[in-house]
């Protein structure tokens, strides 16, 4: 828990980059505080004094060169020397070997003599501490315990002879020291709070751009590409920069995760057409075994029948030969429609496009179906006279229009009514056959064009359909980039299909849809 605590502390006051700007102010002044105090300390008195030995031996120089070129005791001398005790503060005196005062830069001599001779021969020869010996001269730090003050003394001999005495005060460098120390404190506590404020506005020029590019990068994780980073400066810098690459790659990414779903989602598509082609392809399988199963079955048992001798006479024998023939028929018939489906269905048939009679062809139709018509004692109902022309392949047409009637003439119940008729809408032509009987069931309406779907199995048996007729139907119409389709009436069923009649301008209607 402890630790927990903790970790969260830092994360919350230390994970901030503003926090951690001002922090990292705040210890660089206060750690620049602390090192001035440090070199106030430690440097400054040692540098202090150095400073004041120099003045010293610039002063000697000069009036060593002054005495030498026997100039020390001109009036032109005069302003060099007071500049020289002005501005070092130097108290100086020069004496002769005959004890005569050269030059002195305090009027009471005989006191500055006394304290001279007193710093030289004096009693406190162990307060002393010499800082510079050469061979005219000596440099020596001395203190004054009763003044508690310190001297900087030069004494020693010019080049003429003469005796020099130096003297400059050493002010209190510790207190220079310790008020130097405590401005700085001063300066060091408002110099914190004043970059304190001035990082918190710097901070936030910096990191309000990084935050917002952060909330950007965070939506684009979540697959939002609508955030972009808008610059909010006039002048342009590295973050800016950055935030240009991030609308970059969020635009190259959206794109880019775009075309991966619509390859995902064609890949799916091509994955359930697969899955659907194997469904077909076993249905198919399973169809055409069952589609053969019971013709198969039927002629196997009568040609052992007939091999067994079961009944040998004459009538017997051509009955079982009828049943024979008669279901090597309807596999014959079965196979010629799958092949003529698959050729349709894989656009491997010759569409041939003319133009014929549409009358004419639903005539010899219903001329070729009376046999049957009078055998169901059905009534067909056909009006149309007139010569009706129509754009398809012909043969086609009529394959279509032979499994509507024969399809109608199966089913046709209660008053056993057969209606075709032709309706002309602009450059169309409408075909429909009705027949009265039993709507098709609304489930069904849709799968009726599926090959081998039959709504009433035992009945579609009876006259050998096998499913495929209606599939045909569909795949020729489709062939023709024609409608065709099934509407169900209260007394029975129409179907119907379309075909172009525009005078021999034929044009494919890309609008279509299938049945």
Not at 359 to 372: K, Q, Y
Request: charged letters at 25%; hydrophobic letters at 40%; one cysteine or more.
């Amino acid at each position: 828990m402890m630790k927990s605590r903790k970790k969260e502390f830092k994360r919350k006051y230390f994970g901030s980059l503003t926090h951690q700007l001002i922090l990292i102010s705040i210890c660089l002044v206060t750690g620049t505080l602390l090192l001035c105090w440090f070199i106030n300390t430690v440097f400054l008195e040692p540098y202090y004094v150095i400073n004041k030995q120099n003045t010293l031996l610039s002063g000697f120089e000069t009036i060593d060169e002054a005495s030498e070129a026997g100039t020390l005791d001109d009036s032109s001398f005069d302003v060099t020397f007071d500049n020289l005790c002005a501005n070092g503060n130097i108290t100086v005196m020069i004496i002769s070997s005959d004890r005569t005062i050269v030059r002195s830069s305090v009027n009471d001599t005989q006191k500055m003599m006394l304290e001279f001779m007193n710093i030289i021969f004096g009693e406190k020869q162990n307060e002393v501490t010499v800082m510079m010996q050469s061979d005219n001269y000596i440099i020596q730090k001395q203190t004054d315990t009763r003044l508690d003050s310190e001297f900087l003394v030069l004494y020693g001999t010019l080049s003429n002879g003469n005796l020099i005495l130096m003297r400059t005060a050493l002010e209190s460098i510790r207190e220079s020291v310790n008020l130097s120390n405590t401005f700085l404190a001063c300066v060091g506590v408002v110099a914190a709070i004043i970059s304190a404020v001035v990082i918190v506005f710097v901070s936030r020029g910096i990191t309000t751009p990084l935050l917002r590019l952060t909330d950007i990068s965070k939506r684009m994780t979540e697959l939002d590409f609508e955030a972009k980073y808008q610059p909010g400066r006039r002048y342009h810098n590295e973050v800016d920069e950055l935030g240009e690459y991030m609308n970059v790659m969020s635009t190259t990414l959206e794109h880019t995760i775009s075309e991966l779903k619509s390859a995902n989602n064609q890949l799916q598509i091509d994955i359930d057409k697969k899955t659907q082609i194997d469904e077909m392809r076993k249905e198919f399988l399973s169809n055409v075994s069952h589609e053969l199963k019971t013709p198969l079955a039927l002629i196997q048992g009568y040609a052992e029948g007939l091999k067994e001798c079961i009944n040998d006479d004459a009538e017997s024998r051509d009955f079982y030969c009828e049943v024979i023939m008669d279901e090597a028929d309807k596999m014959n018939k079965m196979v010629k429609k799958l092949l003529t489906l698959n050729q349709l269905e894989f656009g491997n048939e010759v569409i041939t496009m003319e133009r014929f009679d549409l009358t004419e062809l639903i005539r010899g139709v219903i001329n070729s179906s009376a046999i049957l018509l009078n055998q169901n004692e059905i009534t067909l109902d056909f009006t149309q006279q007139e010569p009706l022309y129509a754009w398809a392949d012909e043969f086609k047409v009529e394959e279509v229009v032979t499994n509507y009637l024969s399809n109608a003439i199966h089913h046709a119940e209660g008053e056993k009514r057969i209606d075709i008729s032709c309706v002309q809408k602009g450059d169309k032509v409408r075909v429909s056959v009705f027949n009265t009987g039993n709507p098709i069931p609304e489930e069904d309406v849709d799968n009726i064009w599926i090959k081998f779907y039959k709504v009433d199995k035992a009945r579609t048996r009876e006259y050998g359909g096998s499913g495929i007729g209606l599939s045909i139907v569909r795949a020729i119409m489709d062939s023709f980039h024609q409608k065709c389709g099934v509407i169900n009436h209260e007394d029975g069923v129409e179907f119907w299909f379309e075909l172009e009649t525009n005078n021999g301008n034929f044009s494919v209607d890309k609008s279509y849809q299938k049945c």
